[in-house]
């Protein structure tokens, strides 16, 4: 691997404004009379045609819009040099942590500027890794990507599922690992989906095919569980799971590791599962019902013949493991085995005959060893501020294999001795960026209510509080995801330059909890946006930077945050980066899966949420104002949050827009929500967003 070496004398801060808010001449977007009345009052929607998206008229705006960006993007005089860089510091090699299946070690490794990781397979870990599968050969363009996988007990078989240009709907197919032949089994509309081996077969979940060309919105109803037999067509897969009256469900399949219960999770909403399980050692036994509400999460990590051990919130906000047995599995019987502290267990594994136990504290990971009453013997050692990822184990091996990343180093990988109790790093990435020069403190600030949030902020070394630093924060606060110590690629190119990265733990996530995640949802939503307007202010008043050089940035539900704080407060930053982002909060509900995010947001159905709703949506709040300047990003195959709330927003902002900075929507062709995403597709859409940002923050080559 050739790594050139750090271009850091050609990223400077300037104080020139490189003719940033030069008018820009939008394509017409036409208004047409929509009216919808929700609970009384009459609500305008005079863009709704660009919902869709199949249309001439959509299409042809895509174009136009994408035409209007790339004319701007390409007066930047360093947009090319920013994407060199972004090359060289995303050219380095990667590697997931081992995992074991049957007599082989499998991970995932990428040398560098691969568009997508290859799975290879190795005898030992000191033996050649050998090629898996290499989803690259998949398609020409590298936008066919693996989207769940699943090898065989016996290590035999590979189950893997295929998503084409970034979409939802996932296609499985089968490899023999000891011929290295593709088996003719083929499974389609797959989507939401486990692949979970029973023998020669596997449980997966799956819709009926959508009907003409709505395959990227129609709404997604009744989710069914079946099993495949491996030689058998998809016709006469055997239907396991369905709830024909209860049409948006969404059901999962789950194996024990001695495939002898069948777990089957149903849930409503992201949030809450009921749980079921099935002897599958007795042939027609009938499923228990262990839990038939949603109130609550359970995950079966691991079972002991009928003793089954579930990672569980209820009872417990901050997730506790219990072990339920099924002679007598009453909810009132279970017994604690990590009973809940006042740190968030994040995850479970089990090693031979331990249980490690893989806890937040302050939005940093601990990692600690238990023997299987649940006894704590002993804590492994772990570097600062960082986050465990991709902990691998099982009962058969006295090991375990680990990540661990942090906001200044990329993931390294470790192998864990349980019976000796030692660690030992296998794999530590070699980068063109100088981990060595910068630093991560947490912070602690207080939100609007007096709530106290941490934030990570990140920086070279020696950083002079001046007030005039730019500075970029990431938003999420949602649905129960915690956002905690990682490396961006992108965001090195941002360090080098001497900016300071910031990424706030809002309300809403789930850094701290079940309560900290409900204290962000529905009605209490507007508590995730003054936790991040809160982190702004509380840069720019301990002089870290000034509004004026400040950018501000989310995804999915974080681009719902860009979108709310920016009309809310659109003097809050220079820069807004709403990515993919939901921004229709009245309509939402109608598309694909959209409906099961009203455990977070509410519905504009219930006249209460409705009126919470629309007091916050981006689209309904904008108003005639001076707003940042902004670059919506969005794909024109995301069929998660459809595009149409991105093409709405941009077409509403850029008529009520009174200030001299641009407002932009750049749509990626043949990308989807982001998961699998080339990495030619990553470089080239990271380093317009760069661009986007230098630029209007006054940053210079």
């Known amino acids: 691997m050739q790594h050139s070496k750090p271009i850091l004398s050609g990223l400077l801060f300037t104080g020139l404004c490189l003719n940033s808010s030069a008018q820009v001449t ?10 919808d009345v929700y609970h009384g009052v009459t609500v305008e929607d005079p863009y709704r045609w660009l919902e869709d998206d199949h249309s001439a008229e959509t299409k042809a705006w895509v174009t136009a819009q994408n035409a209007v960006t790339n004319d701007y993007l390409a007066t930047v005089p360093f947009r090319q040099k920013v994407k060199e860089r972004l090359t060289e510091l995303w050219n380095f090699d990667k590697m997931t942590p081992p995992f074991k299946k049957g007599k082989l070690f499998f991970s995932f490794r990428n040398n560098g500027l691969q568009n997508q990781s290859v799975l290879y397979s190795q005898a030992s870990l000191l033996d050649k890794p050998v090629v898996v599968l290499d989803p690259n050969l998949l398609s020409p363009e590298g936008t066919t990507s693996l989207s769940g996988m699943a090898i065989s007990k016996n290590g035999k078989y590979l189950a893997y599922g295929i998503s084409k240009a970034g979409s939802d709907w996932v296609e499985i197919h089968v490899k023999d690992l000891e011929s290295g032949q593709e088996l003719p089994d083929v499974i389609s509309w797959v989507k939401f989906s486990d692949i979970s081996w029973k023998g020669d077969g596997f449980y997966y979940s799956r819709y009926d095919a959508p ?6 919105t129609q709404k997604n109803e009744f989710h069914k569980v079946y099993f495949h037999l491996l030689g058998k067509p998809q016709s006469e897969d055997v239907l396991v799971h369905e709830d024909k009256a209860h049409p948006d469900r969404n059901f999962s399949a789950q194996v024990t590791h001695d495939e002898n219960y069948l777990v089957i999770y149903g849930s409503e909403t992201t949030s809450g599962q009921s749980m079921m399980v099935k002897d ?129 180093a990329p993931e390294e990988v470790y192998f864990y001795d349980v019976k000796a109790g030692t660690s030992k790093r296998i794999f530590k990435p070699v980068s063109s960026f100088r981990l060595a020069d910068y630093e991560t403190k947490q912070v602690f ?9 941490s934030m990570f902020v990140t920086h070279k070394k020696g950083l ?3 007030g005039n630093n730019p500075c970029f924060v990431f938003g999420y606060g949602g649905f129960n995801i915690s956002y905690t110590p990682e490396f961006r690629i992108d965001r090195a190119l941002f360090l080098e330059a001497g900016g300071v990265y910031c990424v706030p733990n809002l309300r809403g996530g789930g850094e701290y909890g079940e309560d900290w995640h409900m204290s962000g949802t529905k009605c209490k939503k507007q508590n995730v946006f003054d936790d991040f307007i809160a982190a702004c202010d509380y840069l720019v008043e301990n002089n870290y930077t000034s509004h004026e050089k400040l950018a501000i940035h989310g995804r999915s539900n974080g681009g719902l945050l860009i979108g709310a704080v920016m009309t809310q407060r659109p003097g809050i930053a220079k820069v807004a980066i709403p990515t993919v982002g939901v921004l229709d909060m009245l309509r939402f509900h109608l598309f694909t899966i959209g409906r099961a995010w009203t455990v977070d947001y509410g519905c504009s159905e219930n006249k209460e949420e409705f009126a919470c709703l629309y007091r916050y949506s981006p689209l309904h709040n904008v108003k005639k104002a001076a707003y940042p300047a902004t670059l919506i990003l969005t794909g024109d195959h995301d069929d ?57 923050l006054g940053m210079s080559y």
Request: net charge positive; aromatic share 10%; charged share 25%.
């Open 26 to 35: 939008y394509p017409d977007s036409k208004t047409v009379k929509q009216n």
């Open 211 to 216: 009907k003409g060309e709505k395959t990227f």
């Open 280 to 408: 599958l050692s007795k042939p027609g036994s009938k499923a228990l019902e262990l839990v038939s509400n949603f109130d609550h999460e359970y995950s079966v990590m691991e079972n002991i013949g009928n003793q089954l051990y579930v990672y569980t919130n209820y009872k417990a906000p901050n997730y506790r493991l219990v072990k339920i047995s099924l002679n007598n599995p009453g909810i009132g019987n279970w017994e604690d085995v990590l009973a809940e502290s006042k740190d968030l267990l994040e995850g479970v594994s089990f090693s031979g005959t331990k249980i490690i136990s893989n806890y937040l504290k302050d939005v940093s990971s601990r990692l600690y060893v238990h023997d299987l009453s649940g006894k704590m013997e002993k804590e492994i050692s772990l570097p600062g501020l960082c986050k465990v990822n991709g902990l691998h184990s099982n009962r058969e091996d006295d090991f375990m294999t680990y990540s661990v990343v942090s906001y200044t």
């Open 445 to 453: 600030y207080k939100s609007k209510d007096g709530t106290k949030v």
């Open 464 to 466: 002079e509080l001046n």
């Open 640 to 696: 998660r949050v459809v595009p149409a709330h991105s093409f709405k927003f941009a077409a509403t902002l850029q008529k009520n827009n009174t200030g001299k900075n641009p407002t932009l929507i750049r749509i990626d062709v043949n990308a989807g929500h982001g998961s699998g995403k080339p990495t030619d597709k990553q470089i080239a859409e990271f380093a317009d967003m760069w661009s986007f940002v230098f630029y209007n």
